[in-house]
């Protein structure tokens, strides 16, 4: 679980952290958010597994252990096309301010995802009579590739980890039983697409909502919160079917991934006819995939949208001219 010398931090009770005004008479509290053990949904985990049936013979105390992912493809070369898709986890039952430290080792290597080798390509070829395969066929093959992947991770042993939990006698001595969640998963908005089984772009682009592009501009209003709220993404039995049904007009009616039929019932919600790896095997749990994508800051805006925006801005200052040298002076 956690190391030996990190243990001490490992938090295995949640709590409610809240802060007050000091010399202010009858202060009201307030909650203050800022670790994964101390939110809402934590606690509300923490008091499902209480309640849950105890395991045949087993009274030991339940500990719930919160799982981060994370995951982005690097390349590893400014020459050439060497890269690693490596995916880590972390234990949201430790700080952040531990987390982010290097020297405390607490940053796991999960696995190393695989992409589509070249040799498919030449390999569907030959099979299509010399005709290449489309870019729908390809990327969806790189969907069904990636999920099969997570499958693999989300194993039988997993599962039943998951559901009943497993006994780890812990660095005090004292036996537990850990029941483990899957919080958050951290990444950008391109693996986001293939994490969460949506088009890129598509005419509802998030993958937590069901904003369509047209409203966009409402980014932080009031009607945006709400709608956030109201068209909310569920992996429910409604989304399971439609993918279902999209697979058979696919592989039984032998229509193309991109055929009018499909994009028929899939188009309008910006879905693809994947079966995510997450609803797949955590559905039965009442998991819903689309709650666990968190903001990636630096990838999504420091490294995104602001990025563009100030190179942007400094093309326009290069059409002025003496700007620059003041910008460089400041």
Request: aromatic fraction near 12%; proline fraction near 5%.
């Amino acid at each position: 679980m956690a190391n030996t010398q990190n243990f001490p931090h490992f938090h295995l009770e949640p709590y409610e952290l809240r802060w007050r005004r000091r010399n202010i008479p009858n202060p009201e509290y307030i909650k203050v958010h800022g670790e994964l053990y101390t939110s809402p949904a934590f606690l509300e985990a923490h008091e499902e597994i209480q309640v849950l049936a105890a395991e045949p013979g087993c009274s030991l105390p339940r500990v719930l252990v919160g799982l981060m992912f994370g995951s982005d493809s690097t390349h590893l070369t400014s020459f050439g096309n060497a890269s690693l898709w490596p995916c880590y986890m972390y234990f949201g039952n430790e700080s952040k301010y531990c987390r982010c430290k290097p020297n405390c080792n607490l940053c796991n290597h999960m696995a190393y995802f695989q992409k589509m080798p070249s040799e498919f390509n030449d390999f569907t070829a030959l099979h299509c009579g010399g005709k290449g395969p489309s870019k729908a066929f390809m990327t969806h093959c790189q969907r069904e590739f990636f999920h099969a992947q997570w499958k693999e991770l989300l194993d039988d042993d997993f599962l039943k980890a998951y559901e009943h939990g497993v006994v780890i006698e812990c660095c005090d001595g004292v036996k537990r039983r850990f029941y483990f969640r899957i919080f958050a998963y951290s990444a950008d908005y391109p693996e986001k697409v293939l994490l969460s089984s949506i088009r890129n772009m598509g005419i509802c682009p998030c993958p937590q909502c069901l904003i369509p592009k047209g409203r966009a501009h409402l980014l932080g209003t009031t009607d945006d919160r709400n709608q956030r709220r109201d068209l909310a993404r569920v992996g429910d039995q409604h989304y399971r079917a439609k993918i279902t049904d999209a697979r058979k007009i696919i592989y039984q009616n032998n229509r193309t991934v991109d055929s009018v039929m499909v994009q028929r019932l899939l188009k309008p919600e910006s879905l693809v006819p994947t079966q995510n790896a997450f609803s797949d095997k955590l559905s039965r749990f009442g998991f819903n995939l689309f709650s666990m994508f968190l903001v990636d800051f630096m990838h999504e805006f420091e490294l995104g949208v602001w990025k563009k925006v100030f190179i942007h801005l400094l093309r326009i200052l290069e059409c002025i001219h003496g700007s620059t040298d003041l910008l460089n002076q400041r």
